[in-house]
Antibody
Framework: EVQLVESGGDLVKPGRSLRLSCTGSGFTFGVYAMTWIRQAPGKGLEWVGFIRHKAYGGTAEYAASVKGRFTISRDDAKSVAYLQMNSVKIEDTAVYFC??????????WGQGTLVTVSS | QLVLTQSPSASASLGASVNLTCTLSSGHSSYAIAWHQQQPDKGPRFLMKLKTDGSHNKGDGVPDRFSGSSSGAERYLTISSLQSEDEADYYCQAWGTDIRVFGGGTRLTVL
């Protein structure tokens, strides 16, 4: 059974950093791209970024709203994808989801982890 | 620019059918999309990948009541024999080489 579990969400002050993890199981993690999506309170889904699998260079792409502040990485040996969030802003407050990609679309989702940015 | 447009809300009666629409922006009518369901206070769930020709591949355990179709830049999700648990937010998703996009979502109310 494919499972994705996000962790690392917390209350963080503006300007600080936080790292989220997405741990996969039940599939060969290293052959899939992984995506991060967020959902602000009462709002819709917003794509944050994704990381390609190693066969496609393992490079990442980001939404304009987080580019330069957030970094996605992966450790295939541990079946984990990371979202490093630096210089966080109030507007980064959201539930953060990860998903497994199947050629661009998310075919499995995690349950999410809450990040609250507040002073 | 790849943009997906969805109506904010829809409603239909228990046992009836409903069509939800996702419209691709100009120049992107050949794109496949995915449909996702988000029930209240839950994470999203993949429903199906829907191609330009209307063919679709559904996710694990998605009931036969859910189907998809396409016409030009429009992508449709049809839910038949509506049940109370179908009351949820429905999002479409599209993708390009270096971008992923979600529609604004449609909140479906089952009357």
């Amino acid at each position: 059974e494919v499972q994705l579990v996000e962790s690392g969400g917390d209350l963080v002050k503006p300007g600080r950093s936080l790292r989220l993890s997405c741990t996969g199981s039940g599939f060969t993690f290293g052959v899939y791209a992984m995506t991060w999506i967020r959902q602000a309170p009462g709002k819709g889904l917003e794509w944050v970024g994704f990381i390609r699998h190693k066969a496609y260079g393992g490079t990442a792409e980001y939404a304009a709203s987080v580019k330069g502040r957030f970094t996605i990485s992966r450790d295939d040996a541990k079946s984990v994808a990371y979202l490093q969030m630096n210089s966080v802003k109030i507007e980064d407050t959201a539930v953060y989801f990860c998903c497994r990609e199947d050629g661009g679309d998310c075919d499995y989702w995690g349950q999410g982890t809450l990040v609250t940015v507040s002073s | 620019q790849l943009v997906l447009t969805q109506s904010p809300s829809a409603s239909a009666s228990l046992g009836a059918s409903v069509n939800l629409t996702c419209t691709l922006s100009s120049g992107h009518s050949s794109y496949a999309i995915a449909w996702h369901q988000q029930q209240p206070d839950k994470g999203p769930r993949f429903l199906m990948k829907l191609k330009t020709d209307g063919s679709h591949n559904k996710g694990d355990g998605v009931p036969d009541r859910f189907s998809g179709s396409s016409s030009g830049a429009e992508r449709y999700l049809t839910i038949s024999s509506l049940q109370s648990e179908d009351e949820a937010d429905y999002y479409c998703q599209a993708w390009g080489t270096d971008i992923r996009v979600f529609g604004g979502g449609t909140r479906l109310t089952v009357l």
